[in-house]
C-alpha cells in the first residue's frame, strides 16, 4: 500500500514545483547574481584557500554531531560561532575594496556578464610563451639584469594590475628584455603575464615576511615569494647581483635554475604536465 501511495505521488510530480509569479524568478536571478559575483570575489583573492578550510571544519563538524563526539562538537560549535566575525576582520581590506567595486559598478552589466564564456582577449599561455620567458630571463640573466615577471594563473591579480602601467603586448624576449633595461622608464617593479600578453609592468607586490628566506636575497626575491603567498600566481626572479633565475610558487623558491629546469616547472605549474611534477616539484623546497 506504502509502496502504490510513493509511486502515485511520483506519477503527480507537477503538485511538487509551487507556483511561481514573476516576482518569484526577479528573486531567483536576483540570488543567482549574488551568489556568482560572491564565487568570483572568493576565486580571485586568498579568500578560496580559507574558504576551503572552513568548509573543512563545517564538514568536520556534521561528521562528530552525526558519530556524537561531544567533545569536538563542542569545541567546534564555539569555533563556529565566532567564525564569521573572524572571516570579517580577516578579509576586511578585500571586503573594502569589493565594496568599493561594487559602488563603481554596472549593474546592468552584471547579468550578461554572468553568462560570459569568461575568456578575455588574451590568448592562452603555450610552449611558445615559455621559451619566449626562459630565452629572456637567461638572457638578462647573463649581462645582471635584474627582472620580477608574475605569471597570473586561476587568482586574478587585477589588484596588482592596477599598480602597474599598462603595456598590453604580445610575450617576447624583446620586449622583457627592454622593459627591464637599465635606466627606462619601466624597469622598476614587476611585469604582470596573463595569458601570452604582458598586460602591465611596474607593478608593486607584496612583500614576504617569512624569516626563512636566505638573509643574500633582497627586495625583488621577497617580491616574488610575497606575491606567490597571497595568489597562486608563479614567479621568475632574475638577480640583479649574481644573475641567477628563481622561481616563486606557493610561498616557496627554487633558485639557481637552469633553462631546462625553469621550461620544465612553467610546464608543470602553468600547462598541467603532472608527469613532470613527481621530479620537479616546487612544493616543501626550503627559502635558502
Known sequence: MALQEFFSQVSNWRSWIPEMGMIDILEILIIAVVIYEIMLWVQSTRAWRLLRGFVFLVLLYLLASLLQMTTIT???????????????????????KALEQL?????????????????????AFDDKVISELVAASFDMGKV????????????????????????DGLVSRALLIN????????????VLIRGNRVVSATCYLPLS???????????????????????????????????????????????????????TQLGVLMLGRSDERKTHGLKGRLLK
Open 74 to 96: 563542542w569545541i567546534l560549535d564555539r569555533t563556529l560561532n565566532i567564525g564569521l566575525l573572524a572571516l570579517i576582520i580577516l578579509f576586511q581590506p578585500e571586503l573594502r
Open 103 to 123: 559602488g563603481r559598478q554596472n549593474m546592468l552589466a552584471l547579468v550578461p556578464g554572468m553568462f560570459a564564456s569568461g575568456k578575455g582577449k588574451e590568448g
Open 144 to 167: 645582471r639584469t635584474g627582472a620580477l615577471i608574475v605569471i597570473e594563473r586561476f587568482n586574478s591579480l587585477s589588484e596588482y594590475e592596477k599598480t602597474g602601467i599598462p603595456v
Open 209 to 263: 615576511d617569512n624569516m626563512a628566506i636566505s638573509k643574500d636575497l633582497g627586495t625583488r626575491h621577497r617580491a616574488g615569494v610575497g606575491i606567490s603567498e597571497v595568489s597562486d600566481s608563479v614567479t621568475i626572479i632574475v638577480s640583479e647581483e649574481t644573475g641567477a633565475v628563481s622561481l616563486a610558487f606557493e610561498g616557496n623558491l627554487k633558485r639557481r635554475l637552469s633553462p631546462d629546469e625553469l621550461r
Open 179 to 190: 622593459i627591464f633595461e637599465h635606466n627606462t622608464p619601466l624597469h622598476d617593479g614587476a
